[in-house]
């Protein structure tokens, strides 16, 4: 008679789709940083502890550490957004625990391009004879540029 094989663990733990690099892409792409964070330049990292039911739900979020200003709720947000895989095994119905880390950084301005402004006048040169060295062989246009 052949020996089953056991699993590794009982209970497998849930997965996000795609895995941590997609759950940090989704979280860097639905992130929200609150006005009153902006106006404030507050930074810093809320860290939540969450719930994931049996059906890859995410029943319930506190916060365990915050930093105020609109960032722990954007946070909590956040993380009700998130749905799991879940593995079915043995037909066990199981709520599984699971921290995490959010972190809000001032998002980068763009670097202040120098103000270049260019002023010209054009004014109506009086007729003078042309001489060898103010003509122009190739023909064309003749431009002089005062700064």
């Known amino acids: 008679m052949r020996k089953e094989i056991k699993e590794k663990d009982f209970i497998r733990q849930p997965n996000y789709p795609g895995g941590q690099k997609a759950l940090k892409n989704f979280i860097g792409q639905n992130l929200k940083y609150p006005p009153a964070a902006l106006e404030e330049k507050i930074?810093?990292?809320?860290?939540?502890?969450?719930?994931?039911?049996?059906?890859?739900?995410?029943?319930?979020?506190?916060?365990?550490?915050?930093?105020?200003h609109g960032c722990d709720e954007e946070a909590v947000r956040l993380v009700r957004l998130l749905k799991f895989e879940v593995p079915k095994v043995h037909k066990v119905k199981v709520v599984f625990h699971k921290n995490i880390q959010i972190q809000f950084k001032m998002p980068k301005q763009p670097a202040a391009q120098p103000a270049t402004h260019v002023q010209y006048?054009?004014?109506?040169?009086?007729?003078?004879?042309?001489?060898?060295?103010?003509?122009?062989?190739?023909?064309?246009?003749?431009?002089t540029i005062t700064w």
Request: charged share 25%; no cysteine; proline share 4%.
């Open 121 to 143: 006048q054009i004014t109506e040169k009086k007729a003078v004879k042309e001489t060898p060295e103010t003509q122009n062989p190739a023909g064309g246009y003749h431009y």
């Open 43 to 68: 930074e810093g990292t809320v860290f939540l502890r969450y719930d994931i039911d049996y059906k890859g739900n995410v029943v319930d979020v506190k916060v365990l550490s915050g930093i105020g």
